[in-house]
């Protein structure tokens, strides 16, 4: 069932599908910026069997408006599981995603079942950017070069398969326009990179090998850092897992809702 939720200034595209009277705990999909929630497509077959799935487009992804004041995506994210009376979730999420995650892990953390990550960020993390990757998209932004963004991303997080024809294609595509709509809106929530050995809740960290050097450096620390936190390495994946591996990426995440209990 889709829906509208309202959030701070604005609204977000969600969609509650699954067995709403299982006996696991809710699950809440987070997309990376290199895509909206359709990424989870191949996944959710794997795991909504005998569990509520909540997913949502962050602003300005997918089929949610662009944002036309400041938002958080940490109160965005609290919205959307209060508008759905969840209480208390297991969270799998990649990129983008993972940083919110990781923020509502520390700063709600009686709402955090589980952590299934993948690629993810956190606020508060240096190492993740690169000066010359900013400094490159800034020019191709300027230039109107949408094809040059895709190539650049591509190289960057789609090393498994850099078709300009493909779906990771298809999918960075369609995501590069919110990377403009919401600068400037999307205010980064609170640090939580040095406060990542509060986190209790079982929890996953997923890397592909074949990922941006950066993003697998500093996941590696951040798996460390989070207590009993297992560390997977996907061989031959790239930033994308949930298009190259959706059947490994639904273990995953299964996986940790068995830890997380009912």
């Not at 990649?94 to 700063?107: E, M, P, R």
């Not at 230039?143 to 999918?171: F, I, K, N, Q, S």
């Not at 031959?236 to 990426?249: A, I, K, S």
Request: aromatic share 6%; proline share 7%.
């Amino acid at each position: 069932m889709e829906s509208m939720v309202p959030v701070d200034g604005g609204e977000v595209w969600a969609w509650d599908e699954g067995d709403r009277d299982g006996t696991g705990l809710p699950l809440v999909l987070l997309h990376p910026g290199i895509g909206d929630s359709g990424i989870w497509d191949a996944v959710v077959p794997g795991v909504s069997g005998r569990r509520r799935v909540v997913r949502y487009d962050a602003r300005g992804f997918g089929r949610s408006p662009e944002p036309t004041t400041r938002y958080s995506q940490l109160r965005d994210a609290l919205t959307v599981l209060d508008h759905f009376g969840i209480d208390r979730a297991v969270v799998a999420a990649s990129s983008l995603g993972g940083s919110t995650a990781f923020s509502l892990a520390v700063a709600a953390p009686e709402r955090v079942a589980g952590l299934a990550l993948f690629g993810p960020g956190a606020t508060g993390a240096t190492g993740l950017k690169s000066p010359e990757v900013t400094a490159e998209i800034e020019r191709l932004a300027k230039a109107g070069d949408m094809e040059g963004l895709v190539a650049m991303g591509l190289r960057l997080w789609g090393a498994t398969d850099p078709a300009p024809d493909g779906e990771a294609a298809r999918h960075l595509r369609a995501a590069i326009p919110a990377w403009f709509t919401t600068y400037g809106k999307d205010v980064t929530d609170p640090p939580v990179f040095d406060r990542l050995g509060e986190i209790a809740a079982p929890c996953v960290l997923a890397i592909g090998d074949r990922d941006q050097r950066e993003v697998i450096d500093c996941n590696e620390e951040m798996a460390a850092r989070v207590p009993g936190c297992r560390l997977v390495r996907l061989a031959g994946c790239d930033h994308f897992p949930m298009l190259r591996e959706p059947e490994t990426v639904a273990r995953l995440i299964l996986e940790v809702c068995e830890q997380a209990g009912p």
